[in-house]
């Protein structure tokens, strides 16, 4: 059975300090919906994830991300029916384990969120301190600037909708589940191995050991060009962004997947890196 969680609503409470508010979200709200909310409020924190489809309460499952900004960042705790105890409890960040693109939900934890409640910062209308470098080149800016809530938002649509990642009618690279591949993480020992030309960034959680790579690149760079598709297959890798894999029409999930296990073939093939599915794939 799937159940789908429709409830709406928006609530504001006193935060941690004077220039906190937390804000409890029903789950079934629009993500997009309720960044644009906390805009209009001037509310910092999560204007980097502008254009992320889908809702609220799906959000901490994977922890969304982008653009220097995470749901974990603003986290306070979420309501949460538990399909094994069928008991109500309330779990906080430590509870949920958040990693990159993860959760204990996303790891096997059964149930249903009700209701997400987020800490976000008021800096007079100006957004948090920028942390990802596209933003920051799109403004002239430095990392760390900050800048005006709503410009910041609308670069990151523009942003997203120049890669087919915003949902649009007139978009038919926009008919995907967005980044199909999450960035690997490898140890530095192993990114040495690599082209120097590679994309990478530093993983400071882990101490420097670690850095992430760019899934995106790494299938371009095995031979897997944008509008790629298997002969015969309605489904095709994005004409703009190679990270995505979009439906061109009445493809199959099973032409999806064969897709996905063909471009993780080619990069495990030429860079020794099995690229990791970020939808969870339910049945097969």
Request: glycine residues 10%.
């Amino acid at each position: 059975h799937v159940i789908k969680v429709e409830t709406k609503g928006i609530e504001s409470f006193k935060g941690s300090a004077e220039n906190k508010t937390v804000l409890r979200i029903q789950a079934g709200e629009n993500w997009d919906d309720f960044v644009d909310h906390a805009i209009e409020h001037g509310l910092a924190g999560v204007e980097g994830m502008a254009g992320i489809p889908g809702t609220v309460g799906a959000g901490p499952v994977q922890n969304i991300g982008a653009y220097g900004q995470e749901l974990s960042d603003t986290f306070v705790r979420l309501e949460f029916v538990d399909y094994e105890t069928h008991e109500i409890v309330i779990l906080d960040k430590a509870d949920l384990a958040f990693g990159y693109r993860d959760s204990v939900i996303n790891r096997g934890r059964t149930g249903l969120i009700t209701w997400v409640e987020l800490e976000l910062e008021h800096f007079g209308g100006l957004s948090a301190p920028i942390s990802s470098g596209q933003i920051a080149g799109a403004f002239g800016a430095q990392m760390g600037d900050q800048l005006p809530l709503r410009e910041v938002a609308d670069s990151v649509k523009k942003m997203r909708a120049t890669k087919g990642m915003l949902l649009s009618d007139n978009d038919p690279d926009s008919v995907s589940c967005g980044s199909f591949f999450t960035n690997p993480i490898v140890s530095h020992t192993f990114a040495r191995t690599l082209p120097e030309v590679s994309p990478r960034w530093e993983t400071l959680e882990d101490d420097g050991l670690t850095v992430k790579l760019s899934a995106a690149w790494l299938i371009e760079n095995s031979g897997i060009n944008k509008g790629f598709s298997l002969p015969g297959s309605k489904a095709a890798i994005s004409s703009k962004h190679c990270l995505a894999i979009t439906n061109r029409g009445g493809a199959t999930a099973k032409e999806i997947l064969q897709l996905a296990n063909y471009v993780q073939l080619q990069v495990s093939n030429r860079f020794g890196i099995t690229l990791v599915p970020e939808p969870n794939l339910i049945s097969f």
